[in-house]
C-alpha cells in the first residue's frame, strides 16, 4: 500500500493530469459562473421588456441593490396584435426571491457611464407569485427607462445656441445690480407672507377659478380672429393719445379746468328750465311734419318755419314766450 502511494505521487503523469482536471473544472465554473453554478436550483423567468436598452447576456440582475441573478437570454418578440416588436429576457434567479409577486416591476437601468446595464426588480406586494418559468407581462416594466444618450440628444444646435443666448443676456442684465437683488431677496419674505392668504382664497373651491381659466381660455379663442385688428386698435390709439398730447396745453386743460364751473352753473340753472322741457319736446313734435315735407335748404323753409312757429305760439305760448 505504502509503494502503491508513493508510486502514484511520484508519477508526473498523474499529477499533470490532475492539475488539469482542476484548471478545466475551474475556468469552466468562472465561465459560467453568471449563469448560475453546476447542480445549484436557480428560479427563472421571462420578463417583456419594451426595449433591451443595449442590455447583454450575463447583466446582473439586482434586488434593492443586491445582485439576485443574472439574464441569460435575449430575444426579440412581435406582438402579433398591434406588430410591436418588444424584448424578451430569461432571467435565472435566486431560489430566494421565489415566487416574485405578481405586481412587481422590471426596470433597465445604467450601472456606469460606460454602457454596462443591469435590470432591476422592485418587489410587490401581492401575496400571488409568478411560478417557475412564467413570463413577467409587458405592463411590470415601468416607468419607462431615459437613457442618457436621449437627455444628451435634446441639446440639439438651436437650443445649445438658445442656451448660450440667454446666459449671455442674463449675465448682462444681473451685472452691477448686487445691491438691488439684496433688495429684492429681503422683500420676498413680506410678499411670501402676504402670498400665502391670498393663494389660499383662490386654492377654494368656492372661488371657482378652474371655472374662470376655462372660460379665460374660451374668450381667447373666440378673440382670436380678431387679433389683427386689436393690434391695429393699439396702433390707432396711440395716433389719438398723440393728437390729444399736441393740444393738451392749453386747450385740453383750459377745458379741464373750466368743467367744474360748467358743472356748477349746470346744477344750479337746469332744475329752473325743467318745467319748459315738456312744452318744448310736444312743439317738435309738432313741428317735425313741417320740416318733414320742406327740407332747410329749400326756398319755402323759412316761411313753413314761421308757420309752425306761429301755431306753436297759439297753443303753447310758453314755449316761444
Request: charged share 20%; aromatic share 8%; glycine share 10%.
Given at each position: 500500500?505504502?509503494?502503491?502511494?508513493?508510486?502514484?505521487?511520484?508519477?508526473?503523469?498523474?499529477?499533470?493530469a490532475a492539475?488539469?482536471?482542476?484548471?478545466?473544472?475551474?475556468?469552466?465554473?468562472?465561465?459560467?459562473?453568471?449563469?448560475?453554478?453546476?447542480?445549484?436550483?436557480?428560479?427563472?423567468?421571462?420578463?417583456r421588456v419594451p426595449d433591451a436598452a443595449n442590455l447583454v447576456k450575463g447583466n446582473d440582475v439586482r434586488i434593492?441593490?443586491?445582485?439576485?441573478?443574472?439574464?441569460?437570454?435575449?430575444?426579440?418578440?412581435?406582438?402579433?396584435?398591434?406588430?410591436?416588436?418588444s424584448a424578451q429576457l430569461t432571467l435565472?434567479?435566486?431560489?430566494?426571491?421565489?415566487p416574485l409577486p405578481v405586481d412587481s416591476t422590471v426596470l433597465i437601468r445604467p450601472r456606469s457611464a460606460l454602457g454596462l446595464k443591469y435590470v432591476q426588480i422592485t418587489k410587490g406586494t401581492s401575496s400571488r407569485g409568478f411560478e417557475d418559468g412564467a413570463t413577467v407581462p409587458l405592463r411590470n416594466a415601468r416607468p419607462e427607462p431615459v437613457e442618457i444618450d436621449q437627455?444628451?440628444?435634446?441639446?440639439?444646435?438651436?437650443?445649445?445656441?438658445?442656451?448660450?443666448?440667454?446666459?449671455?443676456?442674463?449675465?448682462n442684465a444681473f451685472a452691477g445690480r448686487g445691491p438691488d437683488l439684496n433688495r429684492a431677496v429681503e422683500q420676498l419674505n413680506p410678499l411670501l407672507t402676504n402670498l400665502v392668504p391670498v393663494m389660499q382664497n383662490l386654492s377654494d373651491p368656492r372661488t371657482q377659478l378652474r371655472r374662470f381659466t376655462t372660460a379665460l381660455g374660451r374668450t381667447a379663442r373666440i378673440v382670436a380672429p380678431s387679433a389683427?385688428?386689436?393690434?391695429?386698435?393699439?396702433?390707432?390709439?396711440?395716433?389719438?393719445?398723440?393728437?390729444?398730447?399736441n393740444v393738451a396745453r392749453p386747450f385740453l386743460q383750459d377745458s379741464i379746468s373750466g368743467g367744474p364751473p360748467a358743472l356748477d352753473e349746470a346744477i344750479k340753472d337746469f332744475p329752473q328750465q325743467r318745467p319748459s322741457w315738456p312744452t318744448a319736446r310736444r312743439c317738435s313734435a309738432s313741428c317735425a311734419p313741417a320740416c318733414?315735407?320742406?327740407?332747410?335748404r329749400r326756398p319755402c323753409w323759412p316761411t313753413r318755419w314761421r308757420s309752425a312757429r306761429r301755431r306753436c305760439a297759439a297753443r303753447w305760448p310758453s314755449t316761444t314766450a
Open positions: 500500500m505504502r509503494r502503491g502511494s508513493a508510486s502514484i505521487a511520484a508519477n508526473p503523469v498523474l499529477i499533470g492539475t488539469t482536471l482542476v484548471v478545466i473544472v475551474a475556468v469552466f465554473l468562472a465561465y459560467n459562473a453568471n449563469s448560475g453554478l453546476p447542480f445549484v436550483p436557480t428560479y427563472e423567468l421571462k420578463t434593492g441593490g443586491t445582485r439576485v441573478g443574472a439574464v441569460t437570454d435575449i430575444t426579440p418578440v412581435t406582438d402579433k396584435k398591434t406588430g410591436a416588436v435565472k434567479l435566486e431560489t430566494t426571491v421565489k437627455v444628451i440628444g435634446t441639446f440639439d444646435d438651436k437650443t445649445r445656441a438658445a442656451s448660450q443666448s440667454n446666459l449671455t443676456e442674463f449675465g389683427l385688428t386689436q393690434a391695429e386698435l393699439f396702433g390707432n390709439l396711440d395716433t389719438t393719445f398723440r393728437a390729444f398730447a318733414a315735407r320742406c327740407g332747410p
